[in-house]
């Protein structure tokens, strides 16, 4: 019984089960890069290079392990174009007796697979993707009949279910959540550790003239290409992490700072989203080293809450609420994105400093992808199918089931509250609180309204004023409705009227 076994390119993992349990003499793991999946929304370059060179390192451990394998690279003659028509072919060149693939992280590409064997005649398995803690099963058991789906009482069930920084039943150091110790902005003159770089191969060299020849009009720049492509490569990101790093994440998790896009963060979803490292061994790794003595327990828990709790809830949140999550827009935000979304060219700073490292790094920081670049496309009214797609293609560790649950649910809102118990909106102030960008930008932060004032403060309160009807009953706007009941009608009408000048500016593309 010879299998045909599809490995995707978010997939690279020896601990699939399709990959351990195949029959090295007979079965044939095919592994394609394909114009269908690079080009549907028109990835970062960096993105693409990142992921077909560690698909070919991927390709050729297997095959020096043994595996047959069939590559399929993108300009090779017998390249289909999509997957399955990938798959037809290579039945096409051998029978097999049935084609087995690995659950997808994207809702479009199950339900085509589920499909399949109505085309391809052969019986086709979709075995469960066995690198996840949770199951999209137990969420929506987790989640039947709850009126609130918090992340909190869900991380909470994931650290007694795996025994996670446990005391018996109870959380180690009586709490669940040290937040409070992890709000800290950094001091001018702190120094970072520099980022782990990886000079690039003769496979990676090889992948960059492709993706500059083949995909020169997408998003973003290729040079300093910095990414691990192996397996050993991400290891040593992450070591280096919990030996340089992990110490500080806690109370610099929220901090951002002009010319330091790497933080005290860990730059491991690049990894950990397509399989050169597993969420149950960084877990470990991380709580190993607390109970080490090496890091403390406010970063050790705010780490491991991340993967553990935020990564395991947004890909449960996501089955359970696909498709209507794709399309949900509970505000009717209809604007499209502003062209400084593409080039940067923007006179905010915060705004210019996020995108422009997002088109060095393909990546940015939470905070920066929350309270800056999320809190801006929700207070501008952007539409939720742009924005998704956007977040989508600028960043290497995005996943449809990693991203829309944080754009749709967590920064725009668009479900209606079925993620976030309110809208992250923030006026200027949080962003001069929590970073050095207010310093070198055209608009003023400590301005409320006119011409020179940060647009953040006079959209927070338009955002306020128009969706009061909505939004003032819920508990956790109470204080914020308070403080508007208090404002003069003149303020609000003069933050209404900056708040409109600026958003006819975007309507009409110019320079904001
Ligand atoms: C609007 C928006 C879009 C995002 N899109 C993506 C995306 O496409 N892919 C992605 O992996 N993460 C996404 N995130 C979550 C988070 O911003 C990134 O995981 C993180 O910035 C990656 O960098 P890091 O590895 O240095 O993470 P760290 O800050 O070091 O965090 C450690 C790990 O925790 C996990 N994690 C942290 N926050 C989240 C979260 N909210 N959801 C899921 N996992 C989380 C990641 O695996 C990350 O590697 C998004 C967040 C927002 C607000
Ligand atoms: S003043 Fe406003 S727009 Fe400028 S950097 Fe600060 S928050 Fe951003």
Known sequence: MAALILV????????????????????????AEVQEEATYVKHHKK???????????????????????????????????????????TLTQRSYDKVICTMPGEHRLLKSMQQWENVLGVPVTILPDTRFLSTPEEFSEWAEGKKQLRMEFFYR???????????????????????????????????????????????????????ENEFSDHFGELDNFYFAVTREQALS??????????????????????????????????????????PKEVIGAAERAYHAGQVPLNSAEGFIRQILGWREYVRGFYWHFMPNLKTD????????????????????????????????????????RLMVLGNFSLLTELSPEEVQAWYLL????AYEWVELPNVAGMILYSDGGNLASKPYVASGSY???????????????????GPK?????????????????TLSNNPRMAMIYKTYGRMKSENIDAMKESALIFLTKLENNEEV
């Open 237 to 278: 990101v992450l070591e280096t992490f919990l030996d340089e790093r992990l110490e500080n994440f806690g109370k610099f998790q929220d901090a951002m700072v002009e010319g330091k896009p790497w933080m005290y963060h860990s730059h491991i979803a690049f990894y950990l989203n397509c399989g050169l490292l597993l």
């Open 157 to 211: 069930e994931m650290r007694r279910k795996h025994n996670v920084l446990m005391d018996g039943r109870n959380p180690i150091g009586g709490k669940w959540n040290y937040d409070a110790e992890n709000r800290e902005s950094m001091p001018a003159t702190h120094q970072v550790p520099s980022h782990s770089v990886f000079k690039p191969d003769d496979i990676t060299n090889e992948v960059l003239t492709l993706v």
């Open 8 to 31: 995707l390119g978010d997939q690279l993992t020896e601990s699939l089960s399709a990959i351990r349990n195949a029959n090295k003499g007979e079965d044939l793991i095919l592994m």
């Open 329 to 368: 827009n509970y505000f009717d935000n209809k604007r499209s994105l502003p062209t400084f979304y593409w080039n940067a060219q923007t006179n905010m700073n915060c705004m210019r400093q996020c995108i422009k490292e997002t088109q060095q790094n393909a990546y940015a920081h939470h905070i920066q």
């Open 47 to 89: 993105k693409i290079a990142f992921l077909f060179s560690a698909m070919r390192h991927f390709a050729a451990h297997l095959s020096a392990l043994d595996h047959n394998v069939n590559y399929i690279k993108l300009n090779d003659e017998s390249n289909q174009g999509s997957l399955l028509e990938q798959v037809k072919y």
């Open 431 to 449: 962003i001069n609180k929590m970073s050095n960008y207010c310093k070198n930008c055209g608009y003023q932060v400590s301005k409320k309204t």
């Open 394 to 397: 600028v960043y290497a560790d």
């Open 453 to 469: 004032a940060c647009p953040f403060n006079y959209l927070y309160w338009h955002f306020i004023d128009k969706h009061k009807e």
